[in-house]
């Protein structure tokens, strides 16, 4: 790992660059917490997991499963996100850092051995991408294969699956806004989705006081998670321009809460930003996101490695790559960005990757983590030529490309 620096912040864009409009500080979430509908409903602000025993109530939830993994509960987020909630019939919380087939199969017999009639997903990504599985098992005949987005799965989903809450405790993976779940499958060897509208959490509650005793490297690995969601959604090839602009406010939340809240985790303001642009960042990839994706899922089902870290390392590579056929639209994020001063504004973009990952306790290259073999790069670069995300991504990727730009990350 690399040492942690001092807090100094990095040259950041000049606010007097932006538009009057474009401020360099969020503004602050209303208290009490706000209610929106955008894309399914949200909780959002400090408190707001107060109103969990509420929601299910609203949803007509009466046996609701927890599904967590062992570290929120050791955290004391369960008893506090929970603790409203009487009687609480199943509670699961076998969920592997990156969630396999046996992990949602194991959480679907607890959901029906209790008799559940719907779930509350506590966690980062892992168990709220776990939680839509079981919810898809409960209703779905099948396995999960059949569901597989690459297979044609998309169609077979269907409406009528139990209420699911959402409540995470990272500030990254916004899975409580996706519509989307990504579960290991040994029958494709992969890192697999299944993706439907009806995945979406029937409710998201974003509270960011459950995440200020994430540790610094947690919450740098998360932070560039969902700072890749945003610049990776905004440069794919899908028309969306309400989440071009969505992702755009996400990195302007998460650049003015990422260091503070890995230098200074009780700061509630910096964890504030971090949960908003998170969950803007998971709204914003239902546009689709690219191929540091679709890398970071082939070398995470090897490696069992964190996802966000991953994305991180990945992330300045793939923007290199993605200029030398996308120059306009990498130039004009970083123009959205402030970055348009001077002449090169694609190349600061990546200048600015390049130097928050250098100053977050996060590695810099993929052969500083364990479990990766530079020797099967051309076995990583099938499997990630199989993930869907590079579908969107602003230049068409061959497996000679991937095996380039793993070899530059190396």
């Not at 955290?75 to 009687?87: E, H, K, Q, S, Y």
């Not at 870290?309 to 004009?332: C, D, G, M, Q, Y």
Request: glycine share 10%; net charge negative; with cysteine.
């Amino acid at each position: 790992m690399i040492p942690m620096t001092s807090p100094t912040p990095i040259e950041r864009p000049d606010p007097q660059s932006r538009p009057a409009s474009d401020a360099s500080t969020p503004p602050p979430p209303p208290t009490p917490p706000s209610v929106f509908t955008f894309p399914n409903r949200i909780l959002f602000g400090t408190g707001a997991v107060d109103s969990l025993a509420e929601e299910l109530k609203r949803l007509g939830v009466t046996r609701p499963m927890i599904v967590t993994d062992p570290g929120v509960i050791a955290a004391g987020l369960v008893d506090r996100a929970a603790g409203a909630i009487d009687p609480v019939p199943g509670v699961f919380s076998g969920v592997s850092a990156n969630p396999t087939e046996a992990d949602v199969l194991s959480g679907l017999a607890v959901y029906r051995e209790a008799e559940c009639d719907g779930l509350v997903a506590i966690g980062g990504g892992s168990p709220i991408d776990a939680a839509k599985a079981i919810r898809l098992l409960v209703t779905h005949p099948g396995e999960l294969a059949d569901y597989d987005l690459t297979t044609g799965g998309l169609e077979r989903i269907q409406p009528g699956m139990p209420p699911m809450v959402a409540v995470p405790t990272t500030a990254g993976t916004g899975s409580e806004a996706g519509r989307g779940t990504l579960i290991q499958l040994p029958s494709t060897g992969r890192k697999t989705i299944a993706l439907s509208p009806h995945l979406l959490p029937s409710s998201a509650i974003c509270d960011p006081e459950l995440t200020l005793g994430l540790p610094p490297a947690l919450t740098a690995a998360t932070g560039m998670d969902a700072l890749t969601h945003c610049v990776e959604s905004f440069l794919s090839t899908t028309f969306h321009p309400i989440c071009d602009g969505i992702a755009v406010e996400g990195l302007r939340s998460i650049f003015h809460g990422l260091e503070t809240a890995v230098h200074d985790g009780g700061n509630l303001d910096a964890r504030t930003s971090m949960m908003m642009g998170s969950l803007l960042g998971g709204i914003s990839f239902h546009k689709g996101l690219g191929v540091v994706h679709s890398l970071s899922h082939a070398l995470g089902a090897e490696g069992r490695l964190h996802h966000g870290t991953l994305n991180a390392i990945l992330l300045p590579h793939a923007l290199r790559f993605n200029r030398a056929t996308a120059s306009p639209r990498v130039a004009e994020l970083a123009r959205r960005m402030g970055l348009g001063r001077s002449g090169d504004a694609e190349g600061h973009l990546i200048t600015l990757t390049e130097l928050l990952l250098a100053r977050l306790p996060l590695p810099r290259r993929l052969g500083d983590l364990d479990g990766l073999d530079r020797a099967r790069i051309p076995h990583y670069a099938r499997l990630a030529l199989l993930d869907h995300c590079h579908r969107t991504n602003p230049r068409p990727c061959s497996v000679a490309d991937l095996e380039e730009l793993l070899g530059r990350a190396w």
